[in-house]
């Protein structure tokens, strides 16, 4: 069983920044993939983007260019830096990780808003 913890959510104006952080409770060196997925009210759950084992990237159309995805396997630790911050960002943010064994963990989900 691996929990994931997000944090570092809240209320930004449009153009600004924020780093969201996803805690592991488990090692995250030996996980297959981690990303982020949004979920916006009234809207389906949507990528944000996906770092693997060997950090290669990946972000969805809406994001890339602004976003960047990261992680710190010694932490345990994936991070995901959003600048130039828009009002249509605003959602729950969920960390995602699929393990070797292709099982999937999600976490809470931390709120980004912005707004001016």
């Known amino acids: 069983q691996v929990t994931l913890v997000e944090s570092g959510g809240g209320l930004v104006q449009p153009g600004g920044s924020l780093r969201l952080s996803c805690a592991a409770s488990t090692s995250i060196s030996t996980f297959n993939t981690m990303g982020w997925w949004r979920q916006a009210p009234g809207k389906k759950r949507e990528w944000v983007a996906t770092?693997?084992?060997?950090?290669?990237?990946a972000y969805g159309d809406s994001v890339r260019g602004r976003f960047t995805i990261s992680r710190e396997n010694a932490k345990n630790m994936v991070y995901l830096q959003m600048n130039n911050l828009k009002p249509e960002d605003t959602a729950v943010y969920y960390c995602?990780?699929?393990?070797?064994?292709?099982?999937?963990?999600w976490g809470q989900g931390t709120q980004v808003t912005v707004s001016l």
């Open positions: 995602k990780i699929r393990t070797r064994t292709e099982t999937v963990y």
């Open positions: 770092i693997t084992s060997g950090s290669s990237r």
